[in-house]
Every structure is written in structure tokens, then in C-alpha cells.
């Protein structure tokens, strides 16, 4: 056995991961071998007094650092999600604008859905022939129930509306096609198409928030913006990335064990 794989021995041993088979000729050599032996008790006292030793006070810091600080914002009586806390990210003035609209579109829209179920509820009072015109209508109340209920709960949150965004850009685009088809075809009014408005303009703000980074840049990876889409194509016959060479690196060797070997 030579020095170094002796000594690599006696550190493993010293730190409790030493291999049984090697005990025997690492003691057979380090009965041989003052070197080593004069290594092994360097290092046990090194050890010891690494693990023994007392942990010294931390250094204090200066009032010239301290004074060096930025001065804390001043908040502005926002509520505690909206602030920016442990591994959260801080909302920026527009972002805070952009989610109070939504959240005041979130609740007209939730109102407007209630008032067309108990609008029509009231005006067709004794009329049950022909079910399906009430179940759609309804169905389109609780439409509107549903989305109101989404713009508040993304404007009291401060991820990004990642989840909510292809449900009402495809609602929004079937939307769209059938209003223009009915106005053209004169089967709707345009006072009923204007009530769409709200739901376009909730549409756009989440666009805009969606699209907007968090102002941490400590948040979660999730939520940031990577200025470009997110999807990548991956095919089968792609050929995996060549692994380099393997080379062999001989161990450096110390003068003492460099003599004994020219001897």
C-alpha cells in the first residue's frame, strides 16, 4: 500500500467511513512507515480540535454599515397580500391598479349574473313550455357567476392567472365569432352585446397581468415571466449529447514517497 492511499485510509478511519478489508494493511503499513504514523497523529489532533474547539461571538456589525441600508417604503395601508412578505413577491403600483379594476369587474359581473337569473326567474313565471331557452339562460348566468368569482380571486392573489388564461381566451374568441355573427344576422341587440364589455375588459387586464413579471426576483420560477413561450418540441430519433472521453490522471505524488520509490 502506498502513502497516499494509506493516508486516504487513515482520514476515512478518523471520520467513521473507513472500509473493514483495508483495516489490516493500513495498520501493516503504518507500522512500517514513521511518515504516516507522524501523519495520522497530525491529523487526529487536527480533528480533534476542530470538533472540540469553542465557537467564537459573530463580528459585530458597524453603524456604518447599518446607516448604509436603504430605508424600509413606506406602505400605504394595502392589504397583507397585496405586500410584499417572506419569499412573496412586492406588487408594483400598476400591478395594484390592474387587480383592483379586475376585482371591481369581478364583482359587477358576479351582480350581473344574479340579477339575469333572478330577472328571467321573475318575468317567466308560468311559463314551463319549452325547458331548454331556461336552461341556457341559466347556464349563462352561472357563466357569468363563474368568471366574476375568477377575476376576484386572481385580484386578491399575486401569482399570475396562468390556469385562468386559455379557458377565457377560448371563451372569448367563440364569444367573439358568434356576437359578430348574430349582429350581422340581426338576432341580437347591440345593448346586449355592450354587456360583453365587461368581460373583454377583464380579459385584457389578465392578459396584461399574465404577461407582467413579479417585481422579486426571488419568486418561484413559476412566476416569472420568460419573455417568450414556454413550450418545447421534443422528437424521439433526437440523438442524446455525446458523453467526453474518459481520461486517466495519475495522482500527484510527494516527495517523501518520490525518494523512497528512487531508493
Known amino acids: ?6 493516508r486516504a485510509a487513515v482520514s476515512a478511519r478518523i471520520d467513521g467511513e473507513d472500509d473493514p478489508g483495508e483495516r489490516a494493511p493500513v495498520d501493516a503499513h503504518l507500522h512500517g512507515c514513521a511518515a504516516c504514523r507522524r501523519w495520522q497523529d497530525d491529523a487526529v489532533l487536527v480533528t480533534r480540535l476542530a470538533r472540540t474547539g469553542l465557537v467564537g461571538p459573530p463580528p459585530e456589525v458597524s453603524e456604518e454599515l447599518l446607516a448604509a441600508l436603504p430605508l424600509p417604503r413606506r406602505r400605504l395601508g394595502l392589504p397583507a397580500r397585496w405586500r410584499g412578505g417572506a419569499g412573496l413577491p412586492r406588487l408594483r403600483g400598476l400591478d395594484v391598479l390592474l387587480r383592483a379594476a379586475l376585482g371591481a369587474l369581478g364583482v359587477v359581473q ?3 349574473g344574479l340579477a339575469q337569473v333572478s330577472g328571467f326567474t321573475l318575468t317567466s313565471t308560468g311559463a314551463h313550455h319549452g325547458g ?3 336552461h341556457l339562460w341559466h347556464e349563462s348566468a352561472a357563466w357569468n357567476v363563474a368568471i366574476g368569482a375568477g377575476f376576484g380571486w386572481v385580484a386578491l ?3 399570475r392567472p396562468t390556469g385562468l388564461m386559455p379557458v377565457l381566451t377560448a371563451f372569448v374568441a367563440v364569444l367573439g365569432l358568434l356576437s359578430v355573427n348574430d349582429l350581422v344576422t340581426g338576432t341580437v341587440g347591440v345593448t346586449r352585446l ?3 364589455g365587461l368581460l373583454v375588459a377583464g380579459y385584457v387586464i389578465l392578459a396584461v397581468l399574465h404577461r407582467r413579471e413579479p417585481a422579486d426576483p426571488d419568486s418561484p420560477p413559476a412566476e416569472r415571466g420568460t419573455g417568450g413561450s414556454r413550450w418545447r418540441a421534443r422528437f424521439a430519433d433526437e440523438a442524446a449529447p455525446a458523453r467526453p472521453p474518459l481520461r486517466l490522471v495519475r495522482r500527484p505524488v510527494d516527495g517523501e514517497a518520490r525518494s523512497r520509490r528512487a531508493a
Request: charged share 35%.
Open 110 to 112: 358576479v351582480f350581473l
Open 1 to 6: 500500500m502506498r502513502c497516499e492511499e494509506c
Open 132 to 134: 331548454d331557452p331556461y
Open 157 to 159: 392573489r399575486r401569482s
Open 194 to 196: 355592450l354587456s360583453h
